[in-house]
């Protein structure tokens, strides 16, 4: 293996989420391969401990009254998952030891569960060791379960976890979502943990599982796969090396994670302090910092979805753009606001079921700008959830013409028939969507559609202004205004009583022109950042190929020995 280009592409590579769990793959993968470290002639040859091996297996199925040479097919060489230095030799795993699926005692008897040895489950088997903290066997127990000796391979046979695999210290029983081997000989039990991790073994359990909703890999098709042996020497030091580098993965993953960290907060800061400048020139320092450092505060997708957020609530506040004096004053459009929807509410026949109480100081959340005016929400809006006309489903479907349908969450079917044509502001009542802000909360709907009951119908004296409002609901916190714990929603009564900073009408098609902006860059962000990591994933791909299958002949190890220093080298540079 050439570590060159790994060591040249680190920087780039490590920006995948998975670069150190493929590097990870990648130590197995030579390891089990034997390209991780060269074969030295003067070790016992892999026959001699053939023979041992099978001479306890003799012994065993003797003792065990099983015929020798029935239990296992030979192995033919299409079943070869690749090549393996001529010192190795192919076996199946339960030619390695004593292979069995866990089982449970039955539940109904506590006196077999105690303390006496602990009882693994697939939870238990956490990647490189395994939780004994859990519940445990009695002694009694043990003989209504199957126990499986210290240094037994465990690995998960069923569902989303199959394939996790940890080698026993101790003497241990297990569920039957486990299959185990015990190999002949203690020392035998790491490397065969190794073969079971590779990827070579994973893909092989995954084939013979099935892709159905519920994987599964029975022992008979499991015992049977293929798992190589080098000589006991050449295992022990593989072992060594591949222990070294797996510690120096785990220095390389908490490097990683303390400058994640780093990085998380200095975004949080940059955020922070854009949202709270002091004054305009603080705020253009901060925000002069943020774009100089874009590439650095901007590398997941979280970080941009905040980024979002902050321009959302820098354009509420009154500080994405400047303000204009010569623009007509609030009190204005508020004049025309009253007019229009006492005009509304007589020509619809519309009427406000809900007092509008006036705000209080204590209720506004932030100082505005001197142009701006702060109004409960029910004082500038007017609602039509009185229109709605109840239509069964039946009749619904009877209908000759297919509209859409809104709920809380958005478009969420077609049904038959309409009761809005014009653009109107819906906002979600649903709580649960409110808190956890799964979509957008608030939205224009256009054309003709339907709308549920659970979501309100609000309209504005204009689309632009509705544009505003709708940009002001998805940017503020709503969870002061939901109501209800077993089903929370967001009544009229609490709607209306949220405070709205009102700009003048000349400066919300401005912040909202400047967020749909942002917006399109935020959109741009997203797509390269995507782009990028795709392009990482593709790269680190290409070069672990390389570095698994770019050795011309079995034996030629130029690199492999460096890969410590190539790992300590990355975790340097970070």
């Known amino acids: 293996m050439n570590s060159g280009p790994l060591l040249a592409h680190f920087e780039r590579v490590s920006n995948s989420p998975d670069a150190v769990p493929r590097l990870r793959t990648l130590i197995l993968d030579l390891a089990v391969r034997g390209k991780l470290l060269p074969q030295n002639p003067n070790d016992e040859p892999v026959f001699d401990l053939l023979k041992r091996i099978e001479g306890e297996d003799a012994r065993r199925c003797k003792e065990a009254k099983i015929p020798r040479g029935s239990r296992l097919p030979p192995l033919t060489l299409n079943e070869f998952p690749f090549e393996i230095p001529g010192s190795w030799k192919w076996l199946r795993l339960a030619e390695l030891g004593f292979t069995q699926t866990g089982t449970t005692p039955p539940s109904n008897n506590p006196e077999y569960f105690g303390d006496y040895i602990p009882f693994v489950k697939p939870a238990d088997l956490t990647g490189s060791t395994i939780n004994y903290s859990g519940e445990g066997i009695s002694k009694q127990g043990v003989q209504h379960s199957r126990l499986i000796p210290r240094n037994s391979v ?69 015992e049977v796969l293929p798992v190589p042996l080098p000589p006991l020497g050449e295992q022990r030091r593989i072992i060594a090396k591949v222990d070294e580098l797996m510690a120096l993965c785990d220095r390389l993953e908490i490097v990683q994670r303390e400058r994640d960290v780093r990085r998380d907060r200095l975004t949080s800061a940059s955020h922070y302090h854009l949202s709270n400048g002091a004054d305009k020139k603080a705020f253009r320092e901060h925000a002069h910092f943020y774009i100089n450092h874009l590439p650095t505060l901007t590398t997941r997708v979280d970080h941009i979805k ?28 508020l004049k025309r606001i009253n007019e229009y929807n006492v005009s509304a509410i007589k020509e619809r026949r519309l009427r406000r079921e809900i007092r509008i109480s006036p705000l209080s100081a204590e209720s506004t959340p932030f100082e505005l700008p001197r142009n701006w005016i702060w109004v409960p929400f029910g004082q500038i809006m007017i609602s039509r959830d009185g229109e709605r006309i109840p239509i069964s489903r039946e ?33 979600g009542e649903d709580g649960a969507n409110l808190i ?6 608030a939205f224009i709907a256009r054309g003709k559609y339907w709308v549920n009951n659970h979501a309100h119908v609000l309209d504005g004296i204009s689309e632009g202004f509705l544009r505003f409002i709708e940009l002001y609901i998805n940017a503020i916190d709503l969870r002061p205004y939901v109501t209800g714990t077993a089903q929370p929603k967001m009544n009229q009564a609490k709607m209306n009583s ?41 790269l680190l791909e290409a070069i672990l190929h390389h570095a698994l299958n770019g050795v011309a002949e079995i034996g030629e190890h130029r690199g492999i020995a460096v890969l410590d220093t190539l790992v300590a080298g990355v975790a340097e540079r970070i």
């Not at 003048?504 to 995507?530: G, N």
């Open 306 to 333: 905040q980024l979002r957020q902050t321009v959302f609530d820098l354009a509420v506040r009154g500080k994405l753009v400047p303000q204009d004096l010569a623009n007509e004053p609030v009190s204005g459009l």
């Open 395 to 427: 009749e619904r479907n009877s209908r000759g013409k297919t509209y859409d349908y809104y709920g809380a969450s958005g478009v969420i079917d077609k049904i038959d028939g309409y009761l809005f044509d014009k653009p109107l502001l819906l906002i």
């Open 498 to 538: 949220i405070p709205i900073a009102l700009p003048p009408e000349d400066e919300q098609l401005r912040i909202v022109a400047k967020v749909d902006e942002l917006m399109s860059i935020c959109d741009l962000l997203e797509r390269r950042l995507s782009d990028a990591q795709t392009e990482c994933r593709n």
């Open 436 to 441: 956890n802000r799964s979509t957008p909360i």
């Open 154 to 222: 465990l690995m998960v046979c069923i569902g989303s976890s199959i394939g996790k695999v940890n080698v026993a210290d101790r003497d241990v029983c297990c569920n039957q979502q486990i299959n185990t081997v015990s190999p002949y000989f203690e020392s035998l039990g790491k490397f065969t943990s190794f073969a079971l991790k590779a990827s070579y073994f994973q893909e092989l359990v995954r084939a013979k599982a099935g892709v159905g909703t519920l994987p599964i890999i029975s022992k008979r098709k499991w």
